[in-house]
């Protein structure tokens, strides 16, 4: 499923089960409807096949169980009609980033569910909260000192916050799936989300909002993207790839800050905005890419893009 | 005017000035305006004939007249600077959107309506109301039960809404315009209203919001565009343009709450957003455009592109 | 360092430093880092060395220097990590603009300025204020009548608010040092803020507003850029850039109310988003460009888009 590699994909699977075993189910139907919308509008076989039509639709999906409310019928049609939604997005997204040869990344699904998200509100049969969640955004306030054992906890949070999930033994999980995929991806992914700890702490965030990995899991998102999927592995790289998820880690609360007065939510755009910049102005740097340009965005994608996106 | 057809230009024209004459006045005031500057500038004669130089500035001076205050010289003097520079815009969004092959819809009309409703409050001489519209996006509420006799209005309002009019006798007879223009036209621009009120309906939308067409303008909009003027009419493009009134609906309040809190409205955001969205995805769908790819922006737009402006 | 002039770099240096000592370093070390920064990762020696790499983090400097607290380590550690990744977010810019043959202006500046001071809030460590300046816009409020004095205040405060500075002779002082390097560009500018300070006047903007420089400084930005640097200075483009720097000024609110419930800044957007619509759109326009197309990014910046930014 993720990874083009199906133990990881059940790695994942049963990670999202041992929170709540209705993400589980949403997330792997909407891979599912995702695929078969995609193979139904005749798709390039390829692209299906290796899971990329499907991962957007898998995360909308659960996007949609973890806002709305997971048990309401509504909900269920709305994210059947969102995974073909998202298909037809995802075709543009494709095509209007082929101009630069970047990748879509999670982009597709980061539009979608600010949509739905933000118009949720002004809809009452698919809206299970009374009033609407918008809010001019506060200053952080609480302390910022991190006890050792939030401190772990924060580091396995921030892999699980991309499921959106708050169980720390979810991210550990994850990094299992992630392992028997690639030793280099976990070892990149713990770096990630030790950056967004570290940078997160720097800059003097609550340690509540460190602890919960709100703030880190774009991190390892983009640590992931820039070193081994996108851009080869190496020293340099890493190096990059960790200023960037310093990056993604700052700009967090940008986004955060952005939408909160619309009622929306951070989601992954700072993974998308910070990775789609850095890969964009890695080819300018010769010293970062010896060989030639590294992300064209669809030959290479199909090996490694959902690794990012998992 | 509109649609190359001078029968549904008059039908237009008259459908405002049902409502107030200034409206009428202040839209055809635009469109010629929009349509010299575009001459004195020195811009390719074909365009500025078949009207697409004038639609957005028939459209941005409506706004001014409707927004603002339509009876004020302050208006007047507005409308006539943003009709030269509406011109500006079009040509900068034409240059932008020609790398994807893409027409530049309603987009410039957008662009500056936006700027202007959000900044006005800055400004005494041109702001008529007393304090600013900026506010916090609230949650739906009230009634969802649609009555019958709305029902119909709700169906017409969603035509005239396209240019801010609560009449539901105007969307009838802008109805009659597209009828005189093409049969076909006529037939997807029902099917687009009908669209639209299903899905606010189906999603829980208060009755009040469906039944004054703020909700479905859009929908029309979409259907028009994606099945007919820029994609081939069919039954799959059909199919494939109600899903696209269908998600132009749901997006609608997303971008009112977007745009809420600066004190903006959505305008026809949602309309160009889907549109442009669906039109790239298209060509990567081979069962939706048996033929060559439909949507060339420039040498197509002339035909039909006023269509979905009306 | 500006306007690739030594002379021009060291009145800009003298007019910050006449402000206050501690604003013109970190001007002059936000320059310097940039152009490190880019050097270290082989960026083309051309770009580096005629200032191109270096404006962009000399303005991100100052921004960090006015918003924050400039006294504080913390600030100065920002401030150099901004530099680093102003430079990446540089490249990617110039990449993305290159499709379209336009310059990248201050939209490195903009995003990453923008990103911080709306993210802020959420880090105590560098965030001076108590609680967090989001807030809704409100309507324009008080005189609108100019006392005389005020208006050549107002005149050079258009250009010191360039820089943050609400010191009417540091304006002064940037005109001089704009002399000093071209006779035309400090022409162009004293029409561009006219403009700037009639438009404010003419739309009934509040008399103090006008008169602290924040509604004109991207008007002179626009005249600037729109005649002489990317269009060459002729009566056809001085008119075409006077209409920009009117729409800047009017722009300048929709921006900042845009950005006001997220609690950020207008910084110099107006001035990118303008400039970008008006350039692209120059070259529909035969009768502004007798000549072959002007601003093509890489070639001609060199020459003159410092300019704009100082």
Chains 1, 2, 3 share one sequence.
């Not at 809010?135 to 991190?146: D, H, I, K, R």
Request: aromatic share 8%.
């Amino acid at each position: 499923m993720f990874l083009a590699d199906a133990r990881a994909g059940a790695a994942f699977c049963l990670a999202l089960g041992a929170a709540d075993w209705r993400y589980g189910a949403y997330a792997l139907g909407g891979a599912v409807l995702g695929s078969s919308t995609a193979r139904l509008l005749h798709v390039a076989r390829a692209r299906v096949e290796t899971g990329l039509e499907g991962f957007n639709s898998c995360l909308l999906a659960l996007c949609f169980a973890v806002f709305l409310d997971a048990g309401r019928p509504s909900t269920v049609l709305l994210a059947t009609a969102g995974c073909a939604v998202v298909t037809v997005v995802t075709a543009a997204v494709v095509r209007l980033l082929r101009v630069w040869n970047l990748p879509s990344l999670t982009l597709p699904y980061c539009l979608l569910a600010s949509a739905v998200t933000i118009a949720a509100p002004a809809f009452g049969r698919i809206w299970p909260h009374g009033g609407s969640l918008a809010a001019l955004p506060g200053a952080a306030s609480g302390a910022t000192a991190l006890p050792p054992g939030e401190l772990g906890r924060a580091f396995f949070r921030n892999l699980s916050q991309i499921f959106f999930l708050d169980e720390w033994y979810v991210g550990l999980l994850l990094l299992a799936g992630l392992l028997l995929a690639s030793r280099t991806a976990a070892l990149v992914a713990c770096a990630g989300s030790a950056t967004g700890i570290l940078t997160a702490w720097a800059l003097g965030a609550p340690a509540a909002r460190i602890a919960d990995g709100t703030l880190g899991y774009n991190a390892v998102l983009v640590a992931l993207a820039l070193c081994g999927v996108f851009l080869t592995a190496a020293p340099a790289t890493l190096l990059y790839a960790l200023l960037g998820a310093a990056t993604a880690t700052a700009v967090t609360p940008a986004v955060a800050h952005l939408l909160a007065p619309s009622g929306g939510h951070a989601f992954t755009w700072p993974f998308v905005l910070t990775t789609l910049a850095f890969l964009t102005a890695a080819r300018s740097f010769p010293r970062l890419t010896g060989r030639a340009p590294g992300a064209d965005g669809t030959s290479r994608q199909p090996a490694g893009a959902p690794a990012p996106a998992a």
